[in-house]
Nanobody, 113 residues
Framework: QGQLVESGGGLVPPGESLRLSCVAS????????MQWYRQAPGKQREFVGD???????TYADSVKGRFAISRDNARNTMYLQMSSLKPEDTARYYC???????WGQGTQVTVSS
């Protein structure tokens, strides 16, 4: 029933910023912990961060201090603000509802000059 749609990816030079969006439907969005994951080719899917219903956030060490997750419950939308992007951030980024197995289709982020 639940559906997640990511958007906002693209090609950016190192050091620049990008904001991803995840729009949810079919779930009680405001009550869910929402998560961002990413996956580069040939690598395991990696936890990026999450945001609790309270607004508390958690981040992987690799992105801490550079990425920020927020949510707008009125729009059923979670955001990932990425700054100081590095080539190592290149991956497909996915939205996930915690404990649900509900994933979006992903949006590609490529950091390259």
């Amino acid at each position: 029933q639940g559906q997640l749609v990511e958007s906002g990816g693209g090609l950016v030079p190192p050091g620049e910023s990008l904001r991803l969006s995840c729009v949810a439907s079919g779930i009680t969005f405001r009550l869910e912990t929402m998560q961002w994951y990413r996956q580069a080719p040939g690598k395991q899917r990696e936890f990026v961060g999450d945001i609790y219903p309270t607004g508390r956030t958690t981040y992987a060490d690799s992105v801490k201090g550079r990425f920020a997750i927020s949510r707008d419950n009125a729009r059923n939308t979670m955001y990932l603000q990425m700054s100081s992007l590095k080539p190592e951030d290149t991956a497909r980024y996915y939205c996930h509802v915690q404990f649900s197995g509900i994933w979006g289709q992903g949006t590609q982020v490529t950091v390259s000059s």
